[in-house]
């Protein structure tokens, strides 16, 4: 049976029109054209593929994902189903015009980073066991079974004046492809997504702030601190603003390459200050603190306040991409930071398209643009340039 036939029963099915006959002549086609894709049920529901793929990802599409944590097959089936890009993705191994292709493909992020102690040194926590890894004063740096990094006051096991570790600054540093839970002196907790860095000390004084440094993206659990009779503030910079708070839970998305810094409060509450403009605004849970980059041509500086897509802004979080109605380059920007690739539009001008819809990020990386084809016509291909660099270039 030839695609447009298919097609044909495709519509016929979501309006209830198909015989028994031609039900078994569109299985017998599914299972034909999707022999080598993923598992999936053997019970088919073609009109919940249908409704399911407009659901995840289409451009403008109005209404909001309903189905959140449905397995990969329906997507890829739907790729096959509903042909709106038939065409599929050329996917190369580039070393050379004359060389042999073959195919490749970029692996979503895992959990890896790299800690850089006060004394300079730099620990690969990818790479390092369970356990105690580093010392500074009588702070013990441990990562723990489940990978995250924590600090314990260790004074009864080494001296509280251990000059091999100087104590100071550490950074937190996690690469692209890549993002880590951090549990800082303090006992606050950090999320840290792709391609973000965190400074911060390894001890705090009684009643001294707690300062930390941010670089692109993270997301914070802050533990109360009681000095006295007076809450001890944690405040975190960013190159252009900065967040004061006591006890709160709240995600800051600051890299350089975005317009702006989206501050997203879910819990308690913060003041962001501008640091150019010194502009200030308190947020509430289920606020947006908004504030252009300096690097901005128009309105740089200023900040604004709205409300917050909680869901969008902590997605990464929860391991999940979620677009409402976000342009192709925000889009692209996501996935050169999370899958560690270099997006090349090849001079191109930026289709005019918006995406909607959410999937899982722990999918490949050629699942994720299959997804934007369908929806788009757009097109990439993958190369491997020099046997290193992935670069991702849009087809004419």
Same mark, same amino acid.
């Given at each position: 049976?030839?695609?447009?036939?298919?097609?044909?029963?495709?519509?016929?099915?979501?309006?209830?029109?198909?015989?028994?006959?031609?039900?078994?002549?569109?299985?017998?086609?599914?299972?034909?054209?999707?022999?080598?894709?993923? /598992?999936?049920?053997?019970?088919?529901?073609?009109?919940?593929?249908?409704?399911?793929?407009?659901?995840?990802?289409?451009?403008?599409?109005?209404?909001?994902?309903?189905?959140? +944590? !449905?397995?990969?097959?329906?997507?890829?089936?739907?790729?096959?189903?509903?042909?709106?890009?038939? #065409?599929?993705?050329?996917? !190369? +191994?580039?070393?050379?015009?004359?060389?042999? $292709?073959?195919?490749?493909?970029?692996?979503?992020?895992?959990?890896?980073?790299?800690?850089?102690? #006060?004394?300079?040194?730099?620990?690969?926590?990818?790479?390092?066991?369970?356990? /105690?890894? #580093?010392? /500074?004063?009588?702070?013990?740096?441990?990562?723990?079974?489940?990978?995250?990094?924590?600090?314990? &006051?260790?004074?009864?096991?080494?001296?509280?004046?251990?000059?091999?570790?100087?104590?100071?600054?550490?950074?937190?540093?996690?690469?692209?492809?890549?993002?880590?839970?951090?549990?800082?002196?303090?006992?606050?907790?950090?999320?840290? &997504?792709?391609?973000?860095?965190?400074?911060?000390?390894?001890?705090?004084?009684?009643?001294?702030?707690?300062?930390?440094?941010?670089?692109?993206?993270?997301? @914070?659990?802050?533990?109360?601190?009681?000095?006295?009779?007076?809450?001890?503030?944690?405040?975190?910079?960013?190159?252009?603003?900065?967040?004061?708070?006591?006890?709160?839970? @709240?995600?800051?998305?600051?890299?350089?390459?975005?317009?702006? !810094?989206?501050?997203?409060?879910?819990?308690?509450?913060?003041?962001? $200050?501008?640091?150019?403009?010194? #502009?200030?605004?308190?947020?509430?849970?289920?606020?947006?603190?908004?504030?252009?980059?300096?690097?901005?041509?128009?309105?740089?500086?200023?900040?604004?306040?709205?409300?917050?897509?909680?869901?969008?802004?902590?997605?990464?979080?929860?391991?999940?991409?979620? @677009?409402?109605?976000?342009?192709?380059?925000?889009?692209?920007?996501?996935?050169?930071?999370?899958?560690?690739?270099?997006?090349?539009?090849?001079?191109?001008?930026?289709?005019?398209?918006?995406?909607?819809?959410?999937?899982?990020?722990?999918?490949?990386?050629?699942?994720?643009?299959?997804?934007?084809?369908?929806?788009?016509?757009?097109?990439?291909?993958? /190369?491997?340039?020099?046997?290193?660099?992935?670069?991702?270039?849009?087809?004419?």
């Amino acid at each position: 049976m030839d695609y447009k036939k298919a097609k044909r029963l495709l519509k016929r099915n979501r309006q209830g029109k198909c015989s028994p006959e031609e039900l078994a002549l569109l299985e017998s086609w599914f299972n034909q054209v999707v022999k080598d894709l993923p /598992e999936y049920p053997r019970e088919i529901d073609y009109a919940t593929i249908d409704n399911e793929l407009k659901q995840r990802l289409h451009p403008l599409y109005q209404s909001k994902p309903r189905l959140r +944590n !449905t397995s990969w097959w329906i997507a890829a089936a739907s790729v096959v189903l509903l042909g709106c890009v038939f #065409a599929f993705f050329q996917w !190369t +191994n580039y070393a050379g015009d004359n060389e042999p $292709r073959k195919f490749v493909d970029a692996l979503p992020g895992k959990e890896r980073a790299e800690l850089i102690l #006060a004394d300079g040194s730099a620990i690969s926590l990818e790479e390092a066991k369970a356990g /105690e890894i #580093a010392k /500074e004063g009588n702070m013990l740096i441990k990562k723990v079974a489940n990978g995250q990094l924590v600090y314990e &006051n260790g004074q009864s096991h080494v001296e509280q004046h251990d000059r091999n570790r100087p104590m100071g600054m550490n950074e937190m540093r996690v690469p692209k492809s890549g993002q880590y839970h951090l549990v800082l002196p303090d006992g606050s907790q950090v999320w840290l &997504n792709a391609s973000s860095s965190l400074k911060y000390y390894s001890h705090y004084e009684p009643g001294q702030p707690r300062v930390v440094s941010l670089s692109g993206e993270a997301y @914070f659990e802050v533990a109360k601190n009681i000095s006295g009779k007076q809450s001890v503030p944690f405040i975190v910079k960013t190159a252009d603003q900065e967040v004061q708070v006591l006890g709160t839970k @709240f995600n800051i998305n600051a890299y350089p390459d975005e317009p702006v !810094t989206r501050t997203t409060l879910t819990e308690g509450k913060v003041m962001v $200050r501008s640091l150019s403009s010194n #502009a200030k605004k308190p947020l509430q849970p289920g606020q947006d603190a908004i504030l252009q980059h300096s690097s901005a041509k128009a309105s740089a500086g200023d900040l604004l306040v709205e409300t917050s897509d909680t869901k969008q802004a902590l997605a990464w979080k929860n391991g999940l991409f979620v @677009f409402d109605n976000i342009g192709l380059q925000a889009l692209m920007r996501q996935v050169a930071r999370w899958y560690d690739v270099e997006v090349e539009m090849g001079g191109q001008k930026l289709p005019d398209e918006r995406f909607s819809g959410e999937m899982p990020r722990n999918v490949k990386l050629s699942q994720l643009l299959e997804m934007i084809a369908i929806a788009s016509n757009i097109k990439f291909k993958l /190369e491997l340039v020099n046997g290193k660099e992935r670069r991702l270039i849009q087809q004419k």
